[in-house]
Every structure is written in structure tokens, then in C-alpha cells.
């Protein structure tokens, strides 16, 4: 089994960057596609970012030119560099992967975008 862990949310003023991390268990950045997803207060989850098993990435339209995502394999580490940080990227966000044709989740790290 995986073991996902996020870090590197905090609070940032708009227009702000941050760079969240986390850490994978067992190194499958190079067989497994990664994702990051978010979920803001009462809203659904929703995803922001893919980097596929072949490194190729992709975005959703809300965060596309601002959000960057990479994986370093060595250290089995997933990244997502966010600049141009808006109110409205506040949210719990998430790293997951599919293993077993199900979704294993870490436990999110908080990003607040305020003033």
C-alpha cells in the first residue's frame, strides 16, 4: 500500500506563491500518473493538476499558466509550484493516485489566500 503525505500550505496574500510537496511511500512517480486535487469550503472536490507516468502534464483551466506540476523520482516527491495566488484557490488540497483501481488520498494541506 501507498502512503501519501502533503506539506507546504499556509497562509499567502493574494498574488502570492507557494510550493506544496508530498511525499510518496514507495517510488511509482514513473509508473502511476499523479494528481493533485482541491476542495475548497463546501464545495466538492475537484481536480487541479495531472503529471502522467511519461511526465507529461496537465491542468484545469482555472489554474492553467499559474500552477506548475513536477515530481522529482529520486525522492519519490510530487510537486505543485502555485503562483498568482487568488482568493479563490483557498482550499484543502490533495495528492492521490490510483493503485488497485481505487483512489489513495493523503491527508491535504490547507492553502489560504487572504489579505
Known amino acids: 500500500q501507498v502512503q501519501l503525505v502533503e506539506s507546504g500550505g499556509g497562509l499567502v496574500q493574494p498574488g502570492g506563491s507557494l510550493r506544496l510537496s508530498c511525499a510518496v511511500s514507495r517510488n511509482i512517480l514513473s509508473i502511476n500518473a499523479m494528481h493533485w486535487y482541491r476542495q475548497a469550503p463546501g464545495k466538492q472536490r475537484e481536480w487541479a493538476a495531472t503529471i502522467t507516468s511519461s511526465g507529461i502534464p496537465d491542468y484545469a483551466s482555472d489554474v492553467k499558466g499559474r500552477f506548475t506540476i513536477s515530481r522529482d523520482n529520486a525522492t519519490h516527491t510530487l510537486y505543485l509550484q502555485m503562483n498568482s495566488l487568488k482568493p479563490e484557490d483557498t482550499a484543502i488540497y490533495y495528492c492521490?493516485?490510483?493503485?488497485?483501481?481505487?483512489?489513495?488520498w493523503g491527508q491535504g494541506t490547507q492553502v489560504t489566500v487572504s489579505s
Open positions: 492521490t493516485t490510483i493503485m488497485g483501481g481505487r483512489y489513495i
